[in-house]
């Protein structure tokens, strides 16, 4: 491997685990005789940091104490994830909101109305409405000032001979006309339109009317709740981001109109919107906006039954080992848990590194199918694949989930102390490497598999080359751990006396089928190698030598999977672990420059 090559790649923080062809689910799982406890030492190999629930700076501990504590759900989460991807178990945590994601296609006007038949979208054409130029032009038509009008409200105007002159000469060909005239009553040869106000912006300078297609060009479409829920869910992101940018109560204020209006959209009381179209005609994702974010109607739970039935178990009659022995809850039904993991105590004066201020964290969201998802065509979404312009839809089974999302284990950075951190980063007071803690593990009527497999899980194999991940920082290098089992004890009924029989140093059985497989890509992941690679980031943007100073979200995290992005196509996708690991470096991430 050459030195530019080492030096443009980077090792994204995490990967996945892939899925077998199916989810070992069964409805004869039965209990065992086995009942007892393990227990285990817990090291610290990395930098390691639970917030505390009053203070978020400083470490997990009780009132009484001051000294750190993990909690035993901590470890439990940990190991059951582990659990789960080495004996085929579901996927039990699974976030059940949609996926979305940003379009940068332009979509379609249309105009959106409830009838008793149910919804309707009929085709629309967008017309300008100059709110900025006070002098009416030819160019930018009559001006109207955008405090004295409303979105929904119903307009009559006069459209322009000509369409906009834009100064871009390659965007002529798509701009609209402009309103040459307009009245709030019906009058003799103007259009009835529909205002819109899109989102504000600087220097914008016109609004919207959306106007009915008639003729021979005249269609309407019929949708589903699911079509106007996606919808809703497209606006409450854009509120929600609103929120998160802080911005004044008013400019969250479009949204809840948009969504009365929607709620109250009848044949008369049209609601303009925008759409997408696949290649068999059907509309899709309906947004508020010509460019816009963009919430799928496949939904993870869909894609995990297809793949294989890999989502959370539901009831006793198919579960599968994972939660026949952690249990699960859900509205129906529940399966008690067989094991109880108790807080992790410190045996010595704990040591901790000094405060620091980590880094906001760019991670890439679920939507982006290129980490997410393994390839499909050269562009695809959780919904469609697209060549240029034209969508063809997808059904959940058409996509695969990659897998089970684990950390890799890395060097951690030193980060200095920040006075005034930004809202995204975070101060912390991390424990050092070398802490060691002791914790219990109180299970009941196991059998010997489950008890091997889950002695396996604890300590990978009795392996010191291997380590869990714990607590917050795991892109970053933190929250890398080790464990010991340091003693077995069980009990179980003698069926001749009925008396406990006591086992004070019970020996697991060293059988290949309760151990993690020693060639599978969990184990590669969970290998502790700190110096594995130099560069383990998120996504990455690289100012190019020529390039003068720049904006500071020119080289923000998501600008790389913008240029990742390229003419439907995306140029790279997330390597396998196996790759990764490999010296394929043409399969490897490279920095993007700008």
């Given amino acids: 491997m050459s030195n530019k090559q080492q030096n443009e790649r980077f090792v994204n923080p995490y990967n996945f685990v892939p899925l077998e062809n199916k ?38 501990h009780y009132p009484e104490d001051e000294k750190p504590v993990i909690p035993g759900s901590e470890i439990r989460g940990t190991i059951r994830s582990v659990f789960e991807a080495a004996f085929n178990g579901c996927l039990s945590q699974v976030n059940e909101a949609p996926f979305h994601r940003r379009s940068m296609d332009a979509k379609h006007p249309g105009l959106l109305y409830r009838t008793d038949e149910g919804w309707k979208l009929q085709k629309s054409e967008r017309v300008m409405l100059n709110t900025s130029y006070k002098t009416n ?45 307009y009245s709030f009553e019906h009058k003799q040869g103007y259009m009835k339109g529909v205002i819109y106000l899109g989102e504000s912006f600087i220097k914008k300078h016109h609004e919207s009317v959306f106007i009915e297609v008639n003729g021979n060009e005249k ?4 949708l589903n709740e699911q079509d106007i829920n996606n919808l809703k869910d497209v606006i409450m992101l854009y509120h929600k981001n609103s929120e998160k940018e802080h911005k004044m109560s008013y400019e969250s204020e479009p949204y809840n109109s948009y969504l009365n209006l929607l709620d109250h959209a009848t044949r008369d009381n049209k609601l303009p919107v925008y759409y997408s179209t696949d290649s068999k005609g059907n509309i ?23 793949q294989g039935e890999y989502q959370p178990c539901e009831c006793k009659k198919a579960i599968c080992p994972a939660c026949h022995l952690f249990g699960f809850v859900n509205q129906q039904e529940m399966q008690a848990s067989r094991i109880r993991f108790s807080d992790a105590t410190i045996q010595t004066e ?13 991670q890439p969201k679920p939507g982006a199918v290129e980490f997410y998802t393994e390839k499909n065509n050269s562009y695809w979404t959780y919904d469609y694949t697209q060549r240029g312009k034209t969508r063809t839809p997808l059904e ?38 070398g802490n060691a803690f002791t914790f219990t ?18 300590d990978i194999n009795q392996s010191k080359e291997h380590a869990h991940k714990i607590g917050r920082g795991k892109p970053l290098g933190f929250g890398s751990i080790q464990i010991t089992i340091d003693r077995i004890q069980t009990r179980q009924i003698n069926e001749n006396t009925g008396a406990y029989d006591l086992e004070p140093n019970q020996k697991r059985k060293n059988m290949t089928e309760d151990q993690i497989n020693q060639s599978s890509d969990l184990l590669k992941i969970l290998r502790y190698q700190p110096d594995f690679a130099e560069n383990i980031t998120y996504p990455k943007v690289e100012k190019s030598s020529q390039k003068g100073k720049g904006k500071s979200n020119d080289l923000a995290s998501h600008q790389w999977f913008n240029k990742n992005k390229a003419r439907n196509k995306f140029e790279e996708v997330l390597p396998t672990i196996e790759e990764e690991v490999s010296t394929n470096s043409h399969k490897w991430l490279k920095a993007n420059k700008v």
Avoid at 37 to 59: A, M, R, W
Avoid at 286 to 306: C, G, H, M, R, W
Avoid at 350 to 362: E, H
Wanted: aromatic share 8%.
């Fill in 441 to 458: 593990i109180y299970f009941e009527r196991l059998t010997e598999k489950e008890l091997n497999q889950l002695c396996n899980v604890l």
């Fill in 350 to 362: 704990p040591t901790f590194l000094n405060k620091m201020t980590l880094p906001a964290l760019g």
């Fill in 23 to 60: 989810c070992d689910k069964e409805g004869n799982r039965i209990v065992g005789p086995l009942t007892g406890k393990i227990e285990c030492t817990l090291e610290t190999l990395s930098p390691v940091f639970i917030p505390d629930g009053q203070d978020k700076e400083t470490f997990f």
């Fill in 219 to 222: 269609v309407i479409k019929s």
């Fill in 284 to 306: 899709s994702h309906l947004a508020p906006a010509a460019l816009s974010q963009e919430v799928f109607k496949n939904t993870l739970i869909d894609i995990l039954k297809a």
């Fill in 137 to 181: 032009t030819d160019k930018h038509g009559k001006h109207i000032n955008s405090k004295n009008i409303r979105t929904g409200q119903v307009i009559y105007i006069k459209k322009s001979k000509d369409k906009y002159l834009t100064r871009n000469p390659k965007a002529r060909k798509y701009a609209p006309h402009v309103v040459e005239d």
């Fill in 396 to 433: 959940p089974s058409e996509i695969k989930i990659r897998g089970r999302k684990f950390y890799w284990h890395h060097e951690p950075k030193n980060y200095p102390l920040k006075n005034n951190k930004d809202e995204m980063e975070t101060t912390i007071t991390p424990l050092d490497i």
